[in-house]
Structure formats: C-alpha cells, structure tokens
C-alpha cells in the first residue's frame, strides 16, 4: 500500500510520541553485519583507488546527516518532525527521523546512484539540432529521486509503520522535490568538482555535521 501525504491523525502523533531515540531495547546482530557490508564496500573503493566513487559516498551521506539533524530540530521546536521511523521497524533509532538501517543505506546511496550514470559523464540527453540536451549527472538525480520518493511512500504505508509523516501538507512530492532531489544532486556533481574544492565541500559538510551533533545531542535537542 502506498500513502502518498500525511493524515495528522492521532495515531500518527502517538507513535511519534513513543519513538524511543538511541534506546537499545530492539537491538541485535544485524547492527554489525550491515556495518560490516559498509566498511567492505568503502575499503574495496579505496583499494581500488575508486576516489570519485567514494567522494560521492561521502557527499551524500553528509547531505543525508545535515537533514537528519534539521529535522530532529524541528521536531524539538514543534513537537513532530516532518518524518520519523517506528520502534517497531529497527533495531536502533539514531535520530528521531532515522534508524541505523537507513542510515546505513543512505551511506551508500551515493556510490550507487554514481555507479549507475554513464561511464562518460559529460554525455547530455537530447542534444541535438544546436540544443545544449540534458545533463546525465541531472537526469540520473531526478531518477534516483523519483524512486526513493515512491519507496518512501511505501515504507509509510507499511504495518509496523516504517515511515511516519504526521503533517498533511508532507508527503512524496515534497520529499521528492525537498529532499532526495539534493541528495543525489550532491552524489552526482561533487565528484566531479576540482580536487581542492571537492576537498573544501566534504571537509565543510562533515565539520558542520560533527559539531551539530557534538552540541545538540548532548543539549537533549536532538
């Protein structure tokens, strides 16, 4: 079943209201084995000296994190965040909008999303007859987006409620727009940016990353 927007009901509040963040209660083993597969697909890139590939890991993984962290303080200040994960659907909740597994994925995310554009990255679609096209890195992020914004909106469909969306104006489209259209945007461009300024761009996004979350977890604000 797909939910499409938010109900604001009041069963969506309370499950909200019940999220128990960092709680330990439904840990297990898979934590491990899912960190296990991130470390091998990372350390395999860097072996292979595969830079762009990880670069474009990292970059939206740290998007992914700066939202994470943005949403929880919402949910400090208004009471709901614009998404949460269920207790019922994880193992660990790191933050109150996202659980280990879907981290995990996220910091991945990238790596596939560029694996999967072409191998000239330059190439443009529709160029012809003196127009300039469409570039593939664009077209491969609207792709991405587009699937993961529908995949979300299965996940909030699900029993054990794996996405919640409390608000009614939040939704797929605003997902998909919002937020996984610069997640991938993110994958798929700084890659290619000059060394120095791609340096510059991952060293900036996680040094604000750290610091948030160095300062606002133990605040009690996220």
């Known amino acids: 079943m797909f939910i499409f927007w ?29 960190l296990a597969v991130v470390f091998y697909v990372y350390w395999s890139e860097i072996h292979k000296k595969n830079t762009e590939a990880v670069c474009a ?6 998007v992914h994190w700066l939202y994470e962290i943005v949403n929880a303080i919402i949910g400090h200040v208004t009471g709901y965040p614009l998404w949460s994960v269920s207790n019922a659907s994880t193992t660990f909740i790191l933050l ?38 469409i570039s593939c890195k664009l077209v491969g992020a609207l792709e991405m987006a587009l699937l993961f914004a529908l995949f979300e909106s299965f996940l909030a469909g699900t029993s054990n409620h794996s996405f919640i969306w409390v608000y009614k104006w939040w939704g797929v489209l605003p997902v998909f727009i919002t937020t996984y259209v610069p997640f991938f945007l993110a994958s798929n461009y700084v ?6 300024k791609r340096r510059a761009f991952l060293i900036a996004e996680w040094s604000l990353v750290a610091v948030l979350l160095a300062v606002l977890i133990p605040l009690g604000v996220i």
């Open 6 to 34: 938010g109900d604001g009901s009041d069963e969506a509040k309370s499950l909200v209201e019940a999220i128990r963040v960092r709680s330990t209660e439904n840990f297990n083993w898979t934590f491990i084995f899912i």
């Open 57 to 62: 890991g990292l970059a939206l993984y740290g």
């Open 96 to 133: 109150i909008g996202v659980c280990w597994e879907l981290s995990m994925m996220f910091s991945l995310a990238g790596i596939i999303s560029f694996k999967m554009m072409p191998q000239d990255r330059t190439k443009r679609y529709f160029a012809k007859n003196g127009r300039k096209g």
């Open 191 to 196: 890659p290619d940016m000059a060394p120095k």
